[in-house]
């Protein structure tokens, strides 16, 4: 019964796609000009337009066991980060 808590290690990853999105600045301008229409119900609102519409980076994970995955990461993310650092 061990096996199925064995954890995959990961051998290769590869930048699948790359999303254009927003950038800091759009951000930022969003959130000010949610501010200024709505308060903080129109900074939520502003910061989530910001999430759903930012740049993304697809990976292509590839495992010690021979399967592999997709992972949709937000640039800038620490998991974003994790993959970059691992990226051949």
Do not use: P, Q
């Amino acid at each position: 019964m061990c096996w199925l808590f064995k954890r995959k290690k990961i051998v290769s990853v590869e930048i699948y796609e790359e999303i254009d999105g927003l950038d800091e600045d759009d951000k930022f301008v969003n959130l000010a000009v949610g501010d200024m229409m709505d308060g903080f119900d129109g900074m939520v609102m502003a910061d989530l337009y910001n999430s759903d519409n930012s740049a993304k980076t697809i990976f292509l994970v590839v495992y010690d066991d021979g399967t592999s995955e997709l992972i949709e990461t937000e640039n800038g993310s620490s998991h974003y980060y994790r993959y970059m650092r691992m990226v051949k």
